[in-house]
């Protein structure tokens, strides 16, 4: 009984970041139609660049802060700098529908390649916030630490300032209204570019604070997030893509789902679980398990 | 239009010309690999594999209009099958081969039922996770060797091909020949019935399916016999090494190919070859800007030129440079014929 | 004074609008008829940047609309309501209603412009939390137009309000627009199918067929004219 409890604590830890990758992942899903693949090698550049403050002030908070507002920042370029031309140039090419994607996936080879061009390819620790060590029950040490802790805290702040910024604020409108009818947005004076770009600047720092949570324990390295795109896909996935709540349930069952596995088979059923979710979701419920069917009949 | 005509190879039949054109080039490559230096030779049947790979994608891409972004993954599929058959079945190597091609094939299939039913972004996620993921798998399970792999190994030329017959060339021989196969074999089923279904169904899906093509069977058949050329292309890879590794197949070995395909020409088999040479290359280039420069940037160059190409030809000619070079030969022609 | 001079607009090898001239003073209503795939909506699309012309110019007052983006057009003053009743599906009726005034942030008046439009569409009040999609027709028809009206346009641009909805609805439409023009000064250019009704109320009107003016001038003169009325209108 206390090994499930805490499998289903570790794995909710380890399903909020999935949920902050996913959110990521669904938020320029829904504003401009892509799928950003770039978005591991988006957080592993952040992460990196949150190391270098680290060594620079020995400033964990500092670290956090930086990290983000450089992925909040870089995503936005990405979106100004080559998405926003790239809609613009492809229209109706012969490799159009696959344009976008083959970029973003070009852009990841290129960052991975430059950040281990930068930092070398050898795995490095990162600072977390707090102690990795199991917190103590009585006598024994729980795989949960305060780390743990702060993660899950952390992730339930920024998902609640999203919930905000999305239902209740004007720019969230905004937002909503660019992803779901851009036309409409456009003609009711909302400046969808500008608001895909913020869209993109959310989504690259959400991808930031993910990657920093998860690396203490994975290390750091060029291709160190791969894996977390791939959960993260599959949560959004999971969620049906469309989704900002979707997401985040997607990332939690699929970490919970995954630290059970873990736990009741062993590791090495990790991915092949993930990825037979995967496909047994796009292939049994196309819009999520949690996607309801749009009630649009115009 | 009289020259053209007496171009036309003297009225042979087209499948024939295509056959002799193909022995011709065959040729052609023997001489030229009897005339450059062993590193040049390795590099040919470089280039060799990766035109294998490349195919692969056109044919899935190019012609059935499905992406993936995981084909890496298929190769490795491609290079253990090979491996254990050799090493478990003790086989001749060029049984491995086709042993590779079949299982890959076979993979291929089951992807391929799943990715019909999926749609650009979901099927490129899917084809990602699965290049991640996979070579992973090698770990876990020990007749697959684990980190070291399994060593496969081609072996040397027979004795009767003389003695300066280096194991270079032999590898260059087996890839060239392998890739000659595989062009004639694309070249013909692209010209054939099932080119002109997947054409169909890449242009306009419904617009297929109601003129009677069965769109999903046609999808999947062009899944797995993509993944058959993958396959073979991962055992051709393999055998340049010697060895399978799950390092071998890392996810940057899946953008290469893409970028490969894409920098060439995604319809293109001329495009192929293009991209095949640009891939072999394109290290070359990095290690020229990186003289002198650290381990690090010599390594990672590659990865960063190859990205940056990728999108710069989506940017700047999403047909490749296939279709530009078409394009450039039109124009002349045009003004050619203006002039006349 | 909304002025459109030799505005030409293709789509692809499709010429839609050729060399389109006329002009629609301050405050009056212009009725734009003509058959299916005669170009009324290209050119509305033109006007508010939907859709890129080939060449012409069109301005309103000193505004050169060819050269403004859809959404600061909306800030110039110019409002459009597009084919087919374009709201937001996936939102509730009151945010479709403040998605329409938000480029206007904080001013007071958008309150007062919110009470306005709710009270000439009453029935969108009892739907105010209700997503638009559960809305009929004819009520989300109201939504977009209430949409375009709470950002207090001085130049609106309607395609085809009428399309399938009741007759009374449409009377009612038509009546709003009439009273808007009266009491605020609204400057309307109404595109619709619906030639017998649309001629009542506008001032004057555009007749174009395949892209091209065929007449323009007085509604009354167009609407007495019969030859006119059986070769391009129908009736
Ligand atoms: N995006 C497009 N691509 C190609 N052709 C188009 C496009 N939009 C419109 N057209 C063509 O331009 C012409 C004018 O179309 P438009 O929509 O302006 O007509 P309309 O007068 O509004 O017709 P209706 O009364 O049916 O709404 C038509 O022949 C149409 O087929
Ligand atoms: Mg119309």
């Known amino acids: ?298 | ?340 | 004074m909304l002025s459109i001079v030799g505005l030409t607009t293709d789509h692809g090898h499709v010429r839609a609008l050729e060399n389109v001239s006329f002009e629609v003073p301050a405050g009056s209503l212009t009725a734009v008829i003509g058959a299916n795939g005669a170009g009324k909506t290209t050119l509305l699309r033109t006007l508010t940047g939907l859709t890129k012309p080939t060449s012409g110019s069109a301005h309103w007052h000193s505004h050169d609309l060819l050269s403004l983006s859809t959404e600061e057009g909306v800030r110039h003053g110019v409002a459009h309501v597009p084919e087919g009743r374009s709201v937001v599906s996936e939102l509730t009726v009151a945010e479709n209603l403040q998605l329409g005034a938000l480029w206007r942030g904080k001013d007071p008046d958008v309150q007062i412009a919110r009470e306005e439009v709710l009270s000439l569409f009453p029935r969108l009040r009892e739907r105010l939390s209700q997503r638009a999609d559960t809305l009929s027709g004819g009520e989300r028809q109201m939504l977009a137009i209430a949409r375009a009206l709470i950002a207090r346009p001085d130049l609106l641009l309607l395609d085809e309000p009428s399309l399938g909805l009741a007759p009374l609805v449409v009377e009612q439409i038509f009546q709003t627009l009439d009273r808007l023009r009266k009491q605020t000064g609204l400057t309307v250019v109404l595109v619709e199918q619906n030639a017998i009704s649309a001629l009542e109320i506008a001032d004057n009107a555009v007749l174009l067929s395949l892209g091209k003016i065929v007449i323009s001038g007085s509604a009354s003169l167009i609407a007495q004219d019969t030859e006119l009325r059986h070769a391009y209108l129908g009736y």
């Not at chain 2, 590794?245 to 319809?267: E, N």
């Not at chain 2, 381990?295 to 030129?305: E, I």
Request: one cysteine or more; aromatic letters at 10%; hydrophobic letters at 55%.
């Open chain 2, 1 to 340: 239009m009289r020259e053209r005509f007496a171009l036309n190879w003297l009225r042979i039949p087209s499948g024939m010309r295509r056959a002799l054109l193909l022995v011709l080039v065959g040729w052609g490559l023997l001489l030229i690999s009897d005339r450059i230096s062993e590193f040049r030779v390795y590099q040919g049947a470089s280039v060799a594999t990766y035109f294998v790979a490349i195919v692969s994608i056109v044919l899935l891409t190019g012609y059935s209009g499905q992406v993936s972004l995981g084909h890496g993954a298929l190769l490795a599929i491609g290079g253990y099958s090979a491996a254990l058959v050799m090493q478990n079945l003790h086989w001749p190597f060029w049984i491995a081969f086709f042993a590779a091609v079949f299982v890959a094939a076979l993979v291929g299939a089951l992807l391929g039922v799943a990715a019909a039913r999926l749609s650009g972004p979901y099927l490129a996620g899917t084809t990602l996770a699965f290049a991640v993921g996979l070579p992973s798998l090698a770990n876990q399970f020990s007749f697959l060797g684990g980190e070291q792999g399994l060593p496969f190994d081609i072996g040397v030329a027979p004795s009767r091909f003389g003695e300066n017959f280096s194991p270079y060339k032999w590898l260059f021989w087996i890839s060239a020949l392998f890739a000659l196969f595989a062009v004639w074999l694309a070249a013909n089923l692209l010209r054939g019935r099932y080119g002109r279904i997947w054409r169909a169904v890449r242009s306009d899906e419904t617009a297929a399916a109601l003129s009677g093509v069965n769109v999903a069977r046609s999808k999947v058949l062009a899944f797995t016999v993509s993944a058959g050329f993958a396959g073979l292309a991962g055992a051709l890879l393999c055998a340049t090494v010697s060895l399978v590794t799950p390092g071998g197949f890392p996810l940057s070995l899946s953008f290469a190919i893409l970028t490969g395909a894409v920098i060439g020409g995604v319809r293109s088999l001329v495009g192929a070859v293009i991209g095949a040479f640009t891939l072999v290359i394109l290290p070359m280039v990095a290690d020229a800007i990186a003289q002198g420069a650290s381990d690090a940037v010599s390594t990672n160059l590659p990865a960063v030129l190859t990205g940056v190409l990728l999108i710069a030809t989506i940017v700047i000619s999403p047909g490749g440079i296939a279709e530009s070079l078409s394009h450039l030969g039109r124009k002349i022609a045009l003004r050619r014929q203006k002039r006349i």
């Open chain 1, 1 to 298: 009984m206390q090994q499930f409890v805490n499998t289903l604590i570790n794995g909710a830890s380890l399903g909020s970041i999935y949920s902050l990758m996913a959110l990521a992942m669904i938020l320029v899903w829904r504003s401009t139609r892509v799928v950003n693949f770039a978005q591991a090698g988006q957080a592993v550049l952040s992460t990196y660049v949150g190391l270098e403050i680290h060594r620079i002030t020995h400033s964990y908070p500092l670290t956090l802060i930086i990290a983000i507002i450089f992925g909040a920042l870089f995503g936005a370029l990405v979106d100004l700098l080559l998405v926003r031309p790239l809609m613009h140039r492809v229209g109706d090419g012969p490799i159009a529908a696959v344009a976008p994607v083959i970029v973003t996936l070009g852009l990841l080879s290129a960052i991975q390649g430059f950040v281990g061009l930068i930092w070398g390819g050898e795995y490095r620790s990162f600072p977390a916030a707090l102690s990795q060590n199991g917190f103590k029950v009585g006598l024994t040490r729980i795989p949960f630490s305060p780390f743990d802790l702060f993660i899950l805290f952390t992730t339930l702040l920024v998902m609640l300032a999203f919930a905000y910024i999305f239902q209740r604020s004007g720019l969230g409108l905004a937002m909503r209204a660019a992803a779901f009818e851009p036309e409409v947005a456009r003609l009711a004076g909302v400046r969808v570019a500008r608001v895909r770009t913020i869209g993109w600047a959310f989504a690259g720092g959400a991808g930031a604070l993910a990657g920093a949570l998860i690396t203490p324990t994975t290390l750091l390295a060029p291709n160190s997030l791969d894996l977390l795109l791939v959960f993260g896909f599959t949560a959004a996935v999971l969620g049906g893509l469309e989704s900002l709540v979707g997401g985040v349930v997607g990332g939690f069952l699929l970490g919970i789902g995954l630290a059970l596995v873990v736990t009741y088979l062993g590791s090495s059923f990790t991915f092949i679980t993930a990825f037979v979710v995967l496909i047994a979701v796009l292939l049994l419920r196309p819009r999520g398990l949690i996607g309801q069917r749009s009630v649009r009949n115009a």
